[in-house]
């Protein structure tokens, strides 16, 4: 198993520009996430699935869209990117199964917005 | 709501001395909790987890975290500190009835030899 895989590891975009983030899980998980890491605030949550067909707005969502493509995918979009969103995204996902409440993380993007 | 206080956001050990992170966390109810590490240019890798069985709890590495409902903390210990033990660590809480992790700011751990 590969676990959660994110692609790319690494982006600079110009301000205005668009992307996606690629992130996937072979683990059949329900729950998919994404955060954003910056230095001395730990990992906040962008937007969250907490299964297939559903997505909902975390803590920061603004400038952000995603789309759960099928249950293994979950992508995230920056529609205008701007310096604010330069971060570490990472993506997780985590099993409904009782007894099991663990959230598995990929490696990260890193992005930079100029 | 809920939130997670780390207390100090750097931490410097000698190697083979104490390793001690805190973890304090607000809410109403008890909640699941959780320590992350995270080594250089990597994701998080979970360390340990509180699921109201135990109230302690022991993880890789060594590690272990003590819950005291009555502190709302759910601090990290390690009794002798290696080399490979440097990194960031997180506290993370998730109430029963939620999908959603809350992250503390992170602790970073540096081992002096």
């Known amino acids: 198993n590969a676990g959660v895989t994110q692609t790319p590891k690494f982006q600079v975009l110009k301000t205005g520009q668009s992307m996606t983030l690629q992130c996937a899980q072979d683990m059949n998980h329900n729950s998919m996430y994404w955060y954003r890491q910056d230095p001395g605030m730990g990992l906040r949550l962008i937007y969250y699935?907490?299964?297939?067909?559903?997505?909902d707005k975390g803590e920061v969502p603004n400038g952000y869209n995603v789309s759960r493509l099928n249950k293994r995918e979950f992508s995230l979009r920056l529609e205008s990117a701007a310096p604010s969103q330069t971060s570490v995204y990472f993506c997780?996902?985590?099993?409904?199964?009782?007894?099991?409440?663990?959230?598995?993380f990929g490696p990260g993007t890193r992005l930079t917005v100029l | 709501a809920q939130s997670v206080t780390q207390l100090g956001s750097h931490v410097s050990v000698s190697e083979g001395a104490l390793v001690l992170l805190r973890c304090n966390y607000s809410s109403s109810v008890p909640p699941y909790l959780f320590w992350y590490v995270q080594y250089p240019n990597q994701g998080l890798q979970l360390l340990l987890k509180y699921t109201s069985a135990a109230t302690l709890v022991k993880g890789i590495n060594g590690f272990e975290a003590e819950f005291k409902k009555s502190e709302t903390s759910f601090h990290l210990t390690k009794p002798s500190a290696h080399m490979s033990d440097a990194a960031e660590y997180f506290c993370a809480v998730r109430l029963s009835n939620d999908y959603k992790l809350s992250f503390g700011a992170g602790t970073t751990v540096t081992v002096r030899a």
């Open positions: 997780a996902s985590r099993t409904s199964q009782r007894g099991t409440d663990t959230q598995y």
């Open positions: 699935s907490a299964s297939e067909g559903t997505t």
